[in-house]
């Protein structure tokens, strides 16, 4: 069963950057397409950066230019790198298969206020 171990999160000022990693275990890492989804309070959650296994990545058009996803094979982790934070940016976020969602991990807090 795939295991996922979001970090480093927390409060930042608008403008201000963080940088997202999760730990992925019970799954071939290497073999799979990975995301970064979010969820504000009152919302569906949402995709917001997708890496192929080649490394290709697509961002949702709101975090387009501000927002990097990218992956280490040799330490299944894939981060988020986060630029330009906005108060719409504040979510949960989580990490996990980009096309099969079998469980989810606890997320990890963002706040974005001054």
């Known amino acids: 069963q795939v295991q996922l171990v979001e970090s480093g999160g927390g409060l930042v000022q608008p403008g201000g950057s963080l940088r997202l990693s999760c730990a992925v275990s019970?799954?071939?890492?290497?073999?799979?397409?990975m995301a970064w989804f979010r969820q504000a309070p009152g919302k569906q959650r949402e995709l917001v950066a997708t890496?192929?296994?080649?490394?290709?990545?697509n961002y949702a058009d709101s975090v387009k230019g501000r927002f990097t996803i990218s992956r280490d094979n040799a330490k299944n982790t894939v981060y988020l790198q986060m630029n330009s934070l906005k108060p719409e940016d504040t979510a949960v976020y989580y990490c996990n298969r980009r096309w099969t969602q079998t469980s989810w991990g606890q997320g990890t807090q963002i706040t974005v206020s001054s």
């Open positions: 019970g799954i071939i890492f290497r073999i799979n397409d």
């Open positions: 890496i192929t296994i080649s490394g290709s990545t």
